[in-house]
């Protein structure tokens, strides 16, 4: 099996890293606070952590062999990578709003 190049390895670094950052996010806004937490903190954690879900699915889908070196693949990773970044941001959007 040869090792990945191109988009494949921009794609998985581009995931790790963009999941480090929400982490960092989240430890900075606060969830470790022995505060109760009330409806809208939910809804960032539960947005955010179906981002992390997704971006991390990215390299799995990213590196999944097949047989033909079709550009499905890539093009969903790309997909996956957006909608993970987009719900991340989305988190970050909602704690400000």
Not at 35 to 59: C, E, K, M, N, Q
Not at 60 to 70: F, G, L, Q, R, Y
């Amino acid at each position: 099996m040869r090792a990945p190049t191109g988009s494949v390895v921009g794609l998985c670094s581009a995931s790790a890293t963009l999941c480090a950052m929400g982490m960092a996010f989240l430890a900075y806004w606060g969830v470790h606070e022995p505060l109760p937490w009330r409806w809208h903190d939910v809804v960032v954690i539960a947005i955010a952590f179906i981002g992390f879900a997704v971006l991390l699915s990215t390299p799995w889908i990213a590196t999944t062999p097949v047989e033909d070196e079709s550009p499905e693949r890539i093009n969903a990773a790309r997909r996956t990578f957006a909608i993970g970044a987009a719900l991340v941001w989305l988190a970050a959007l909602v704690t400000v709003l």
